[in-house]
């Protein structure tokens, strides 16, 4: 399978990421604020892992994060794509996405899920992908709906809701 590993979207360039962007990416996956409806890296050190570790899965699965590189002036502002999660495993391809604050609300989240799901549609043929939201954050649902994902159920658990989303095919969901 040739996939390509760089996507770029009208004002975005998707990358896999390297170890010399865990300084950017840090500035927000390590923010607690700024990552408050998930998973906060604790240090620059866990951040340069969770990069390693999903830059091996990408040569393993063909696909993992991308860093998100703003075009108009190269700063790295996001980190998301297609994965399975190696940290909490078992819950097949997922798309996520995590940008710094000041790239909120600028609509580069749903560029990212366009070119994911374009990815996992079109190259890959996953048959489904699957997303988690936080009951709080209403802006995150709003993207997986408006890309075609439905919510299966709510998960106490882990305090989410859980997507599902499957293949388009010849322009149809499902």
């Given at each position: 399978?040739?996939?390509?590993?760089?996507?770029?979207?009208?004002?975005?360039?998707?990358?896999?990421?390297?170890?010399?962007?865990?300084?950017?990416?840090?500035?927000?996956?390590?923010?607690?604020?700024?990552?408050?409806?998930?998973?906060?890296?604790?240090?620059?050190?866990?951040?340069?892992?969770?990069?390693?570790?999903?830059?091996?899965?990408?040569?393993?699965?063909?696909?993992?994060?991308?860093?998100?590189?703003?075009?108009?002036?190269?700063?790295?502002?996001?980190?998301?794509?297609?994965?399975?999660?190696?940290?909490?495993?078992?819950?097949g391809c997922e798309v996520g996405y995590f940008f710094h604050p000041d790239a909120w609300g600028c609509g580069y989240a749903s560029e990212l899920v366009s070119a994911a799901m374009n990815l996992a549609d079109e190259e890959l043929k996953l048959p489904e992908v699957r997303a988690f939201v936080h009951p709080d954050n209403g802006g995150s649902r709003k993207i997986l709906e408006t890309a075609g994902f439905k919510v299966i159920r709510f998960i106490p658990e882990m305090n989410r809701f859980f997507f599902s989303r499957p293949r388009r095919q010849d322009g149809v969901i499902g």
């Open positions: 399978m040739d996939i390509e590993l760089q996507v770029e979207t009208p004002r975005l360039l998707l990358r896999p990421s390297r170890l010399s962007d865990a300084p950017a990416l840090f500035e927000f996956l390590g923010d607690r604020d700024a990552m408050r409806h998930t998973h906060a890296d604790e240090t620059l050190a866990s951040c340069r892992r969770r990069i390693a570790v999903h830059e091996w899965r990408r040569r393993r699965d063909g696909y993992a994060p991308w860093t998100a590189i703003r075009k108009v002036d190269g700063r790295a502002i996001g980190w998301g794509g297609l994965y399975d999660d190696p940290f909490e495993p078992g819950w």
